[in-house]
T-cell receptor
Framework: QKEVEQDPGPLSVPEGAIVSLNCTYSNSAFQYFMWYRQYSRKGPELLMYTYSSGNKEDGRFTAQVDKSSKYISLFIRDSQPSDSATYLCAMLAGANSKLTFGKGITLSVRP | DTGVSQNPRHKITKRGQNVTFRCDPISEHNRLYWYRQTLGQGPEFLTYFQNEAQLEKSRLLSDRFSAERPKGSFSTLEIQRTEQGDSAMYLC????????????FGEGSRLTVL
């Protein structure tokens, strides 16, 4: 079993839809949870960073962490064509540990 | 600052040749990471440095791979005796020590081994 599992894609939604992206993990040591966005032929860029269980909101994006279930989610409201990208969940056990990524899911938002 | 810079952006080589990639991190970042990404997969950790010290290497990193960060600034990743399975995007990232989860990635160096 991989440490981080991400829902398979690809995912195609119409503009304006609410998107839900999910990851599960097996390593209880993970404390920090991130979502990165990667556009085609570019490096990943940090989108959301959370530490504790609960929700964190930033504009149209909400990151949710449930440590008891080892489950994290990213919600995108009012999705836009510019949100079309690959979304990677990533997790960190501690400040001196490596960042472990999920496989990524490719999202396409149709105008 | 222009961000993390990687060179070359694309390298095509024949099996058995050696290749070297260079990464220039964001100047004030003391941590530098190398990841490998293949099509349809997330980035896979290879190694990371804090200043000039190499603190961790992936068990998956064969002895054909070597990375250096001689003065705690730029880094090089060398792959000796390349194999077709080495074909991938090699991503470099940097961060502050205090922001270990906030990695700033370069655009990557794509390796194609024929």
């Amino acid at each position: 079993q991989k440490e981080v599992e991400q829902d398979p894609g690809p995912l195609s939604v119409p503009e304006g839809a609410i998107v839900s992206l999910n990851c599960t993990y097996s390593n209880s040591a993970f404390q920090y949870f991130m979502w990165y966005r990667q556009y085609s032929r570019k490096g990943p860029e940090l989108l959301m960073y959370t530490y504790s269980s609960g929700n964190k909101e930033d504009g149209r994006f909400t990151a949710q962490v449930d440590k008891s279930s080892k489950y994290i989610s990213l919600f995108i409201r009012d999705s836009q064509p510019s949100d079309s990208a690959t979304y990677l969940c990533a997790m960190l056990a501690g400040a001196n540990s490596k960042l472990t990524f999920g496989k990524g899911i490719t999202l396409s938002v149709r105008p | 600052d222009t961000g993390v810079s990687q060179n070359p952006r694309h390298k095509i080589t024949k099996r058995g040749q050696n290749v070297t990639f260079r990464c220039d991190p964001i100047s004030e970042h003391n941590r530098l990471y190398w990841y490998r990404q293949t099509l349809g997969q997330g980035p896979e950790f290879l190694t990371y440095f804090q200043n000039e010290a190499q603190l961790e290497k992936s068990r998956l990193l064969s002895d054909r791979f070597s990375a250096e960060r001689p003065k705690g600034s730029f880094s090089t990743l060398e792959i000796q005796r390349t194999e077709q399975g080495d074909s991938a995007m090699y991503l470099c990232a940097s961060s502050l020590e205090a922001g270990a989860g906030e990695l700033f990635f370069g655009e990557g160096s794509r390796l194609t081994v024929l």
